[in-house]
């Protein structure tokens, strides 16, 4: 974890510190006197791992990274597994329940972006990252030890995450809410944008595959719900096509649509 932070943070420096100040001064981010709303405070690449990695595709990354990301990758695939079949202790489902609803025919798909959040001049007119839930299964994030940002809703407030040295914090999407008929619910939650320091994040999402049909699972559904089920049943892929467009929306109306494509 110690030599990932290390090689994330000379990455940005040297491939992407100056691509993120000339996006900022093309639009006219650091000159902005009133709320903006459709864009983040972040500089941001992504990396997947499964079904198929691409990062040997990558030219900017050097030997390194790639590397260490692909040890660190397994070992949160690992993780993110164990996790899945605690999820399945916890609702009272078989073992490997979770694992073979995200298999789908090709393997789950699971992915790392990779984030900066920089010094920002004006945090309170723009957010390193707008309030949204994650669309996909189980996140695993890796954040900085020292710089904050990252928050999240509970009971109507926004409560800080704080940094904690090497630590991984656990963060459940959609996908999760409707399988397990919304025993757990996918969490809102946002990045602020700091005046001071660079947060770096490492967010890897480990989520169904594209063609997994997602439901809640039948053991979960009380005999009484079956007239009155809340949550769809949908492909993983074109709840992401849905996703794409309304990530920064409230997630019922997408629960919403996906029922109607029923």
């Known amino acids: 974890m110690d030599t990932l932070e290390r090689l994330t943070k000379e990455h940005y420096n040297k491939c992407m510190e100056q691509r993120f100040k000339e996006m900022v001064a093309t639009k006219g981010l650091d000159s902005a006197h009133s709320e903006i709303s459709d864009l983040d405070w972040e500089s941001t690449f992504f990396l997947r791992h499964l079904p198929v990695s691409n990062i040997s595709n990558i030219s900017d990354l050097d030997d390194d ?11 949160l695939e690992n993780l993110a597994e164990l996790l899945l079949d605690l999820l399945c202790e916890n609702l009272g489902l078989e073992k490997g329940y979770l694992k073979k609803v995200f298999h789908g025919s090709k393997g789950p798909n699971f992915g790392t972006k990779v984030s900066s959040y920089p010094p920002c001049p004006k945090p309170e007119l723009i957010k390193g990252l707008r ?6 299964g189980i996140i695993l994030l890796f ?6 940002g990252l928050q999240l809703l509970k009971d109507g407030k926004w409560i800080d995450v704080p940094p904690l040295r090497h630590s991984i914090v656990i963060n459940l999407g959609d996908q999760l809410e409707v399988i397990s008929n919304g025993k757990y619910k996918s969490v809102m ?3 602020i944008a700091q005046t001071d320091g660079n947060r770096m994040s490492l967010a890897s999402f480990y989520n169904p595959g594209n063609d997994a049909v997602i ?9 009484n719900e079956t007239s009155q089920i809340v949550y769809p049943k949908f492909v993983f892929d074109d709840y992401m096509k849905l996703y794409a467009s309304l990530k920064f929306e409230a997630k019922e109306p997408r629960f919403e649509a996906m029922k109607a494509m029923e």
């Open 143 to 148: 954040q900085d030890d020292k710089v904050s």
């Open 131 to 136: 309030a949204h839930t994650d669309a996909g």
């Open 215 to 223: 439901s809640p699972a039948p053991a979960l559904l009380k005999e």
């Open 65 to 75: 990274f790639r590397n260490t990301m692909k040890e660190f990758a397994l070992q």
């Open 189 to 191: 939650h946002r990045v």
